[in-house]
């Protein structure tokens, strides 16, 4: 069984930063695919950004393109979600799931794919 617990979150201003880490433990780290997802009020889930279980594969959905960078340190069990040029809109409550993988590139694009889920950290951008 593989807990996740998502840090980071907060509230900031539009154009501004943030980080998310997402600390896992129960399992061996290196095996999962992690995701990153985000759920807005009154919103369905949405995938963000995805990394192979050994960093080589990465997807990012078009809304964070270029904005948010998903990244995993395997040493630290830990994944990070780097969140640019923060928008209104991206507003939500964000959450990391982690995904039994048997590649090293591949990257899991659906929620389904996703077996164990953090409990989410809200994130507000706000003027």
């Known amino acids: 069984q593989v807990q996740l617990v998502e840090s980071g979150g907060g509230f900031v201003q539009p154009g501004g930063s943030l980080r998310l880490s997402c600390a896992a433990s129960g399992g061996t780290f290196s095996l999962y695919v992690m995701g990153w997802f985000r759920q807005a009020s009154g919103k369905e889930r949405e995938l963000l950004t995805a990394?192979?279980?050994?960093?080589?594969?990465?997807f990012s959905a078009a809304s964070v393109k270029g904005r948010f960078f998903v990244s995993r340190d395997n040493t630290k069990n830990t994944a990070y979600l780097q969140m640019n040029s923060l928008k209104p809109e991206d507003t939500a409550i964000y959450y990391c799931?982690?995904?039994?993988?048997?590649?090293?590139?591949?990257?899991?694009?659906?929620?389904?794919?996703?077996?164990?889920w953090g409990q989410g950290t809200q994130v507000t951008v706000s003027s």
């Open positions: 799931a982690a995904g039994r993988t048997y590649s090293d590139s591949i990257v899991y694009t659906t929620g389904a794919e996703y077996n164990y």
């Open positions: 990394i192979s279980g050994s960093g080589a594969g990465t």
